[in-house]
């Protein structure tokens, strides 16, 4: 069982910049494929950014590409999803997700569920 606790929200004016971290408890994290899940008001939760366990390959959306990079420190237990050129677009609730099979990151199917940190950007 793998607990994973978000942390950085806030709220940041557009064009501005935010780190997101999510620890993460109760298992082997380095075995685990770590990612991060947004959901916008009154909208379903969209895939932000995956990361392998090892670091090898790492995913975006479309949507993000080029603004958000997701890391992680294996020895720390933690992962990070650093933020720049925020949109409005961007407001939402930040879920960190764990799972061992990478491609379930992204279809939103993830064994492990943070409760989320809000990110609110405003003009």
């Known amino acids: 069982q793998v607990q994973v606790v978000e942390s950085g929200g806030g709220s940041v004016q557009a064009g501005g910049s935010a780190t997101l971290s999510c620890s993460a408890s109760g298992g082997t994290f380095r075995t685990y494929n770590m990612g991060w899940i947004r959901q916008a008001p009154g909208k379903e939760r969209e895939f932000v950014a995956a990361i392998t366990w090892n670091r090898v390959l790492s995913d975006y959306a479309d949507s993000v590409k080029g603004r958000f990079a997701v890391s992680r420190r294996n020895a720390e237990n933690t992962i990070y999803l650093q933020m720049t050129n925020l949109k409005p677009e961007d407001t939402a609730v930040y879920f960190c997700?764990?799972?061992?099979?990478?491609?379930?990151?992204?279809?939103?199917?993830?064994?492990?569920w943070g409760r989320g940190t809000q990110v609110t950007v405003f003009s």
């Open positions: 997700v764990a799972d061992r099979k990478f491609d379930t990151l992204k279809v939103l199917s993830a064994d492990y």
